[in-house]
């Protein structure tokens, strides 16, 4: 009889290249697979078309070689009282040839693009939920990210299964709502329901929700697809320079070095800087540079 481990990794890696395998870049650090969400770039927008370009130059900057890339940055969508509906459209009538295209540019640019953050809600119809995981794959993404609920994951399992692609579970900080990803509960929750669900663990947001990221990583890491890096306060704390709150970044960037997980770990920007998005991802990766190489 196989391990919980074993079933794990054998489901997973029978349907999707190895999750902890680099097609493009650079050594890790440490060990440690760094790169960027590039919802940190959210501030870099394109006069028109999409956004792009400026996440390579801004990513090259950076130093970045593996991103998690952010669904509104390549959709071409318009503002609007109607700009739900040209969404839609938009992504029911765009064929995949574009976002293999988006994916050619980024490989140019020697980067990789691991993840595929689309976050259905209850928004989304069967059809656009099914493009999604065609785009998806389209970009080379080996899994998809979503801000969910618990009640969309369950309309998720079909088509994860459908296209054999893992959908790893974002979580947030609102802990009194059950139908969020916010607890250890809701995580677990999901997990049940496909062997192709896993988890996006955002450390900051899970801190900020009275909750041990530390000691949860360990315990469900066979389960962890990445991780977002920030610091946030508890109590719903708010955003802050790393090393100014209280998430634990350290002790989880030396436990993946220790653990050699193979779980790559994004910089998500999110608290106020001054200096721009580019300097402050800069400054995020320097800080973890410098726990991993010590």
């Known amino acids: 009889m196989p391990t919980r481990r074993e079933f794990t990794r054998a489901a ?31 501030e870099l927008r394109p006069a028109a078309g999409d956004g792009v370009d400026i996440l390579i130059k801004a990513m090259t900057d950076c130093g970045v070689d593996e991103c998690e890339l952010w669904s509104p940055q390549v959709e071409l969508r318009t503002a609007g009282a109607s700009a739900r509906a040209e969404l839609r459209a938009w992504r029911l009538a765009t064929p995949m040839s574009y976002f293999t295209a988006v994916r050619s540019r980024f490989e140019a640019a020697r980067i990789n693009v691991f993840a595929y953050n689309l976050s259905f809600n209850d928004t989304f119809t069967d059809l656009e939920i099914d493009r999604g995981f065609q785009a998806a794959r389209a970009l080379g993404a080996q899994v998809i990210t979503a801000s969910t609920t618990v009640a969309v994951a ?13 959908v790893a579970m974002h979580n947030h900080s609102r802990v009194d709502d059950p139908n969020e990803f916010a607890t250890p509960l809701s995580f677990t929750t999901a997990l049940a329901m496909s062997k192709l669900f896993t988890i996006n663990l955002d450390i900051g947001h899970f801190t900020a929700g009275n909750n041990d990221a530390l000691a949860f ?9 990445c991780l977002h890096l920030k610091d946030r306060k508890k109590n719903q704390g708010d955003n802050v320079p790393w090393g100014q709150g209280d998430t634990p970044i350290r002790d989880v960037l030396l436990w993946l070095k220790q653990a050699k997980s193979g779980i790559p770990a994004y910089v998500e920007y999110e608290y106020k800087g001054a200096r721009g998005a580019v300097e402050e991802v800069k400054t995020c990766l320097d800080y973890a540079t410098r726990i991993l190489q010590s």
Not at 28 to 36: D, E, K, S, T
Not at 217 to 225: A, F, M, S
């Open 154 to 166: 369950k309309r998720l399992v079909p088509f994860a299964e459908r296209h054999g692609l893992p």
């Open 217 to 225: 990583l360990q315990q469900q890491h066979e389960r962890v697809t």
């Open 12 to 42: 997973i890696a029978g349907l999707v290249l190895p999750l902890t395998g680099r097609a493009l870049g650079a050594a890790p650090v440490g060990g440690v697979r760094l790169g960027a969400q590039t919802y940190s770039f959210r």
